[in-house]
């Protein structure tokens, strides 16, 4: 049957615009574009530095922690202020299976378990509270359970555990095994926003009471993120035991990793498939290149550049790059680079006045 005249411009107007497809594929684009960085990052070990290299595996053990908080605090926007604990539990469970003679990876899967059966069972109480009374709830128990495993000797004298040293040729697998971590992470994350569950959760942030009235069962959601989040984060603290060869609880329980964690995530773009990445990445060695320089106000001017960030980029850098590159109109897709590039900038200036504080 032939279109009339009068309904060809109609059925036209129903093709789907290029921006549209190339906005259903921004996901494809952030996971290759973080495999590619992290690709990139794994030359380390072949430069042959020591230093070098114990540096940037700190550096990806935060990314690792930064991209597992983005799960319950990013997509599901609760801000989790404790899971620096299933960190802590990760590091004691292969530290004491190291010392009873298991196998590393038998340490690595005990603490996957132990993490992974706390957070669900702990999310179960903590997950009916919102807002700040949640990430005080968090922190918490973090807390608690630091000074029970001190309190209790748990694996030594004041919780202090020593496991005998990997060789320096293991060192280079640890920075690998944190790399990969932070590759699986960066798919599933990846697949989550694609998923009905990534729905769900980015339903429950941006209004819980309306995804309730949908049929979303946000409480099961909640726990199952936080579950979730939990067990990379316990097998990067499990990593980490073997690695350090030596810790007590107000190293892996300490706070600040917390923090660390919400920043990285903050500063790169909560609730994105690539932010906690950038941000690790750029946050972390922007640190070492201060401490090294022997700039004696580094963590000050880190500091300032948080708050600047938070008061003009809230929802991080990702966002604003992808505001940057986003064509307005077909007329300046079609125009010359500069021309794009000034109306980038322009588009930029007003993303950041009318979403800045």
């Known amino acids: 049957m032939s279109v009339s005249p009068e309904a060809q411009p109609m059925a ?26 992290l690709a990139v990052v794994s030359i380390v070990p072949l430069l042959g530095d020591p230093a070098l290299l114990h540096t940037w595996t700190l550096i990806v053990m935060f990314c690792v922690l930064a991209q597992s908080w983005n799960i319950i605090g990013g997509f599901t926007g609760y801000a989790a202020f404790g899971n620096v604990v299933f960190f802590g539990l990760g590091a004691y469970s292969v530290g004491i299976s190291l010392n009873s003679g298991r196998p590393f990876w038998v340490g690595l899967l005990i603490a996957l378990v132990i993490a992974s059966g706390f957070g669900f069972l702990v999310g179960l109480p903590i997950l009916r509270l919102r807002g700040h009374y949640f990430a005080i709830a968090t922190l918490g128990v973090a807390e608690a359970v630091s000074e029970f495993i001190a309190a209790r ?15 320096l040729s293991e060192l280079p697998l640890f920075f690998y095994g944190f790399l990969a971590l932070s590759a699986g992470i960066l798919v599933a994350t990846a697949y989550i926003s694609r ?25 099961w959601y909640k726990v ?17 035991a073997y690695w350090a060869t030596g810790f007590d609880p107000t190293t892996v329980f300490d706070p600040s990793y917390s923090v660390e964690m919400v920043l990285l995530a903050f500063i790169g773009g909560t609730g994105t498939i690539l932010g906690p990445l950038l941000g690790g990445i750029a946050f972390e060695y922007v640190s070492y290149l201060f401490q090294v320089s022997g700039f004696t106000l580094h963590n000050s001017l880190l500091g300032l550049s948080i708050v600047i960030v938070t008061i003009f980029l809230p929802q991080g850098f990702v966002r604003l790059i992808r505001e940057f590159a986003q064509p307005a109109s077909q007329a300046t897709a079609s125009a010359s680079f500069l021309v794009r590039i000034r109306e980038g900038m322009r588009r930029v200036q007003r993303f950041i006045a009318s979403n800045g504080v």
């Open 195 to 219: 998923s009905k569950f990534g729905y769900a959760l980015i339903a429950i942030r941006e209004n819980e009471q309306a995804a309730e009235a949908m049929g979303i069962a946000s409480y």
């Open 12 to 37: 036209s107007s129903t093709a789907i615009p290029p921006s549209t497809s190339r906005e259903s594929r921004a996901w494809l684009w952030n996971m290759l574009g973080g495999l590619a960085l």
């Open 153 to 167: 000797d748990i694996g030594g004298s004041g919780g202090l555990i020593s496991v005998y040293p990997p060789t």
């Open 224 to 240: 199952a993120a936080f579950t979730i989040s939990a067990a990379p984060t316990a097998l990067a603290g499990g990593l980490y």
